[in-house]
Nanobody, 121 residues
Framework: VQLQASGGGLVQAGGSLSLSCSASSGTFSSYHVAWWRQAPGKAREWVAAITRSGGTILYQDSVRGRFTISRDHDNDRVYLQMNSLKPEDTAVYYC???????????????WGQGTLVTVSS
């Protein structure tokens, strides 16, 4: 499956952005999905993950309560709603998929190309 992330941009601290991930080829429905991010000079980290069914969702502590991951099987998309954004959320955000849920948070097999989120103070 080939993934494509979109929706990044520039926002002021406290603002919101919504990211979208779609499959440019293949279908999402068979995969668990995670959103990752990589800030300048830092390692890539996962921030939110959702199972195929949407029944299990996990968040990193740094985004819990501010970010919401969801998926729409009808439109074959996964979303990341980001609220109360902080300057430290500035990063390139990637969606990633794998057939193993834990693997989506370690070494996912499929990656999107990334979308830049910049939060100004």
């Amino acid at each position: 499956v080939q993934l494509q992330a979109s929706g990044g941009g520039l926002v002021q601290a406290g603002g919101s952005l919504s990211l979208s991930c779609s499959a440019s080829s293949g279908t999402f429905s068979s995969y668990h999905v995670a959103w990752w991010r990589q800030a300048p000079g830092k390692a890539r980290e996962w921030v939110a993950a959702i199972t195929r069914s949407g029944g299990t969702i996990l968040y990193q502590d740094s985004v819990r309560g501010r970010f919401t991951i969801s998926r729409d099987h009808d439109n074959d998309r996964v979303y990341l709603q980001m609220n109360s954004l902080k300057p430290e959320d500035t990063a390139v955000y990637y969606c990633a998929a794998d057939v193993g849920f834990s693997t989506t948070r370690t070494t996912p097999g499929y990656w999107g190309q990334g979308t830049l989120v910049t939060v100004s103070s």
